[in-house]
């Protein structure tokens, strides 16, 4: 519509638009990224052995080695009814996220940290 103006935009403008465009794409596609997620499945020291520290160091290891690959968020689900295992969980700063049931009428715990 007026040509007139369209050195002056390139000179004034187009750098500064372009930019913010390219930061802009640039941020939606980190956050359209999926969150690495860590899935604790099994942890069980035998009986004659718990309460020693050993679980402890094996979910700690587990969230370490987690963070050296960029591991997020982490989650696992333990038996509602086991409720040294969430006691466990809870002294190792996971929470309670969710409470579920499956599809066999088990109930579960969902944890974070
Ligand atoms: C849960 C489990 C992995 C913990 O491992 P562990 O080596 O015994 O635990 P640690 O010695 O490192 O930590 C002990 C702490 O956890 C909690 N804890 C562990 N077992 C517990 C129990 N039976 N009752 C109450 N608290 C318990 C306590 O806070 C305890 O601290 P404390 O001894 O100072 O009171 C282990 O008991 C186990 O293998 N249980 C059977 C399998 C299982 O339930 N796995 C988890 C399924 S998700």
Redesign the pocket.
């Known amino acids: 519509m007026r040509p007139q103006i369209v050195p002056r935009f390139v000179r004034t403008r187009l750098r500064k638009y372009g930019r913010a465009i390219r930061l802009s794409v640039h941020r939606n596609a980190r956050s359209q990224r999926p969150r690495r997620l860590g899935v ?1 499945h ?4 035998t009986s004659t ?10 979910v700690s290891k587990f969230v370490s080695i987690g963070q050296i690959h960029s591991v997020e968020a982490f989650q ?4 509602t009814s ?4 969430k ?2 969980y809870l ?1 190792h700063g996971w929470s309670v996220k969710d409470e579920i049931s499956d599809n066999d009428g088990e109930e579960w715990v969902l944890m974070t940290c």
């Open positions: 604790l099994h942890i069980a020291i052995k718990q309460r020693c520290g050993l679980g402890s160091e094996l696992l689900l333990t038996h086991n409720q040294s295992a006691r466990f002294k």
